[in-house]
């Protein structure tokens, strides 16, 4: 299953590129919120709060922010993917106020079964007793607080794709837990195989965890 799920997103990749290549890049800049010099052949967009830039003469996704390089060359199974057809289909359409459980979502049920499970359990070890560690890297990540649960913050993966995730610390009843929620305008922004990968991403940036550990 997960060598099926690798040799998608391989397969995607080129053929964001392909669709990339194609596309009239001032409309692009337009519906995905993000800037293109036409001059470099270059386009750069916000990431967790940090500039991106996608070159088109070079096929490459690089930084020089030393956060996001870890974004762009540790993650870059999600990464490239996740940035590369956001550019192709985002659109102009805000983000709400409401957010979304993904089993909410169309093809919802991939989020509970086999490879597609989320690692929010991942995030519970690393923050189990450190609370303020989750906040300290979540605002350093660009994250908004927002009132849920113990902790919680809205991160933003992509311009226009917006989620958050909630801390629950332990007590006598639960062990720490951790909840991930879409903004729901995500569907009419990516389709559901790559909101899950942004959803990867989102969390192994929270606790910066090579993304090999998961191939």
Not at 119 to 125: G, I, R, S, V
Not at 133 to 146: D, K, N, P
Not at 171 to 191: G, H, I, M, V
């Amino acid at each position: 299953m997960l060598a099926y799920i690798i040799v998608i997103m391989i397969n995607g990749e080129d053929l964001a590129w392909t669709e990339l290549l194609d596309s009239n890049p001032q409309e692009i800049a337009k519906q995905a919120l993000v800037n293109y010099d036409a001059l470099s052949q270059i386009y750069t967009l916000k990431s967790f709060s940090q500039d991106i830039s996608i070159s088109i003469k070079e096929k490459r996704v690089f930084s020089s922010s030393p956060l996001a390089k870890f974004l762009v060359n540790d993650l870059r199974f999600y990464s490239n993917l996740v940035i590369l057809t956001y550019l192709v289909k985002a659109r102009n359409i805000p983000l709400t106020t409401e957010l979304k459980n993904p089993a909410q979502l169309n093809a919802g049920l991939m989020y509970e079964r086999g490879a597609h499970q989320l690692p929010l359990d991942k995030l519970a070890e690393k923050f189990d007793d450190n609370l303020d560690g989750f906040i300290e890297r979540s605002l350093a990540l660009g994250g908004q607080a927002i009132d849920f649960g113990d902790a919680a913050f809205q991160l933003f993966p992509l311009p226009r794709i917006a989620l958050a995730l909630i801390a629950w610390k332990k007590d006598d009843e639960f062990p720490t837990r951790f909840n991930l929620l879409f903004d729901a305008s995500c569907e009419k922004q990516l389709p559901p195989d790559i909101l899950w990968a942004a959803a990867m991403m989102s969390i192994l940036m929270v606790i910066e965890e090579n993304v090999s550990t998961y191939k």
